[in-house]
């Protein structure tokens, strides 16, 4: 069974661009999760998706966003981009939305705002 | 890889030694865990998983062990091969939820 993939792999924005990032879950797969990963941060949990409908959010401000397709794939969305939003955005898919099902990583997307 | 934190713990061991890394969490709803191990330039892989109803869990070479009382978490990787260096992670999740938080991370080197 394939795993999750994620594009683009490699990004290059400027200051005030926006910037849509897609991932594709595992087959099945019901549950897609968006993460951002950086040196200072570490992984911070951006929001999750279930049914084309977001269940869970993080703390972060309303530039990010994301949706998510019947087919289960989802995209996110950062808008009017800052330096601070360089880092590795990570996707994570589960069978379900319960909080004891494994999550499963794609290789994550290098976004490098200059 | 720049995937991880610049200033992460590190625990180096000797090729074929045993390892253990260890995880603090602070939320005593967590329900669930979850160590993944990250190497340069790829997404988080899952290790190995627990649930709050057991305290220890065994898979090839590794074994989790939660202590609650204490909210520890522990990996232990038996016989460590080089193969085995990178970055690891804990992360929980409460029950119900499809939230994780992750810890910030140890690196794993294994010298030869």
């Known amino acids: 069974k394939a795993g999750v993939t994620q594009t683009p792999r490699y990004l290059i924005k400027t200051r005030g661009q926006q910037v849509t990032l897609s991932c594709s879950p595992i087959s099945g797969h019901r549950s897609v999760s968006w993460y951002q990963q950086t040196p200072g941060q570490g992984l911070q949990f951006l929001f999750e998706?279930?049914?084309?409908?977001?269940?869970n959010k993080g703390n972060f401000p309303g530039r990010f966003s994301g949706r998510q397709f019947s087919n289960s794939r989802s995209e996110m969305n950062v808008s009017t981009l800052e330096l601070g939003d360089s880092a590795l955005y990570l996707c994570?898919?589960?069978?379900?939305?319960?909080?004891?099902?494994?999550?499963?990583f794609g290789p994550g997307t290098r976004l490098t705002v200059l | 890889g720049e995937s991880v934190g610049l200033h992460l713990p590190t625990l180096s061991v000797q090729e074929g030694d045993n390892s253990i890394i260890n995880c603090a969490y602070s939320?005593?709803?967590?329900?669930?865990f979850i160590w993944y191990k990250q190497e340069s330039g790829k997404g988080p892989q899952f290790i190995i998983d627990?649930?709050?109803?057991?305290d220890k869990r065994q898979g090839q070479r590794v074994t989790v062990l939660l202590n609650k009382t204490v909210k520890h978490l522990s990996l232990q990787i038996a016989a460590t091969q080089p193969g085995d260096s990178a970055v690891y992670f804990c992360a929980e999740t409460p029950r119900g939820f499809n939230k994780f938080y992750f810890g910030s991370g140890t690196k794993l080197n294994v010298k030869p």
């Open positions: 994570a898919s589960s069978l379900v939305a319960t909080g004891d099902d494994t999550q499963y």
């Open positions: 998706y279930f049914s084309e409908t977001q269940r």
């Open positions: 627990i649930r709050s109803n057991m």
């Open positions: 939320n005593s709803a967590s329900d669930y």
